[in-house]
């Protein structure tokens, strides 16, 4: 199952986190995919924070990609700015700019690459809860 999205208007954020819903209430109630609410949450957070960097940071469109595989969803995010994301170093006093350590942190693999024109940031979530108890499910 797979999921295209382009968003060019003032309101990306609110309409990716409501794709990536609306993707994953169709996982369950279609395929029959059990999602957490760990995930449900996680993948919506994730979203957020990519699609708002995009946004901000990135001059025109935004693509989001979700897909399934092997367990998890695949979250893509491509814009038009080629320059790659840092996160920062851990800093409790910094006051904002914590979105790409959360979506590493949750994360079950994130990487980064520039493309032709732009850069693609990918993210994977583990649709279930891990026995373990690592929120982000067994890392690859």
Same mark, same amino acid.
């Given at each position: 199952m797979l999921s295209a999205l382009a968003f060019a208007g003032d309101e990306p954020v609110t309409e990716a986190r409501h794709a990536?819903? =609306?993707f994953?209430?169709?996982v369950q109630a279609v395929h029959g995919i059990p999602? %957490?609410?760990?995930?449900?949450? *996680?993948?919506?957070?994730?979203? %957020?924070?990519?699609v708002t960097n995009a946004h901000k940071y990135a001059p025109g469109p935004?693509?989001?990609d979700l897909e399934l595989n092997d367990g998890a969803v695949e979250i893509s995010v491509w =814009?038009?700015?080629p320059t790659l994301p840092v996160a920062q170093a851990t800093d409790p006093g910094r006051v904002g700019?914590?979105?790409l350590e959360i979506v590493i942190g949750v994360c079950r693999s994130f990487? *980064?690459?520039?493309?032709?024109?732009?850069k693609r940031i990918k993210a994977a979530i583990a649709l279930a809860d891990d026995p373990?108890? =690592?929120?982000?499910?067994s890392r690859m």
């Amino acid at each position: 199952m797979l999921s295209a999205l382009a968003f060019a208007g003032d309101e990306p954020v609110t309409e990716a986190r409501h794709a990536a819903r =609306d993707f994953l209430t169709a996982v369950q109630a279609v395929h029959g995919i059990p999602v %957490s609410d760990r995930a449900m949450g *996680m993948v919506q957070l994730v979203v %957020s924070e990519l699609v708002t960097n995009a946004h901000k940071y990135a001059p025109g469109p935004c693509l989001l990609d979700l897909e399934l595989n092997d367990g998890a969803v695949e979250i893509s995010v491509w =814009d038009t700015d080629p320059t790659l994301p840092v996160a920062q170093a851990t800093d409790p006093g910094r006051v904002g700019q914590h979105g790409l350590e959360i979506v590493i942190g949750v994360c079950r693999s994130f990487e *980064m690459r520039r493309e032709p024109v732009g850069k693609r940031i990918k993210a994977a979530i583990a649709l279930a809860d891990d026995p373990g108890g =690592d929120p982000a499910g067994s890392r690859m």
